[in-house]
């Protein structure tokens, strides 16, 4: 059974910090891209930032750059987010993905992606 779980959310003041990490179980996680997608409240879901299974490349949403910094452990299978500089506007559900597409293509084509977790919610707020 595939199973991506996500963990690491919380609420936060603006301007902090949080690590969400993505455990990952079930499929050859060496051979997927992993992405992270949000969807905050009344909004559509955003692919917000991808890494490669194959170099590493990573790829961010204008809305996470510079702020953003996504990474993974091929030993443990897991894949972290790290969030610094937290504004309101990043308070969302932020979801694991994975899928065999290219990760340079993950954040604007998210929806194809093959396997998704349930969510962290993550709450930026005074």
């Known amino acids: 059974e595939v199973q991506l779980v996500e963990s690491g959310g919380g609420l936060v003041q603006p301007g902090g910090s949080l690590r969400l990490s993505c455990a990952a179980s079930?499929?050859?996680?060496?051979?997927?891209?992993i992405g992270w997608v949000r969807q905050a409240p009344g909004k559509e879901r955003e692919g917000v930032s991808c890494?490669?299974?194959?170099?590493?490349?990573?790829y961010y949403a204008d809305s996470a750059k510079a702020r953003f910094t996504i990474s993974r452990d091929n030993a443990k299978n897991t894949v972290y987010l790290q969030m610094h500089s937290l504004r309101p506007e990043d308070t969302a559900v932020y979801y694991c993905?994975?899928?065999?597409?290219?990760?340079?293509?993950?954040?604007?084509?998210?929806?194809?992606?093959?396997?998704w977790g349930k969510g962290t919610l993550v709450t930026v707020s005074s």
């Open positions: 993905v994975a899928g065999a597409m290219s990760a340079h293509n993950c954040i604007d084509y998210y929806y194809g992606m093959d396997y």
């Open positions: 079930g499929f050859t996680f060496d051979d997927y891209a």
């Open positions: 890494i490669s299974s194959t170099d590493g490349s990573t």
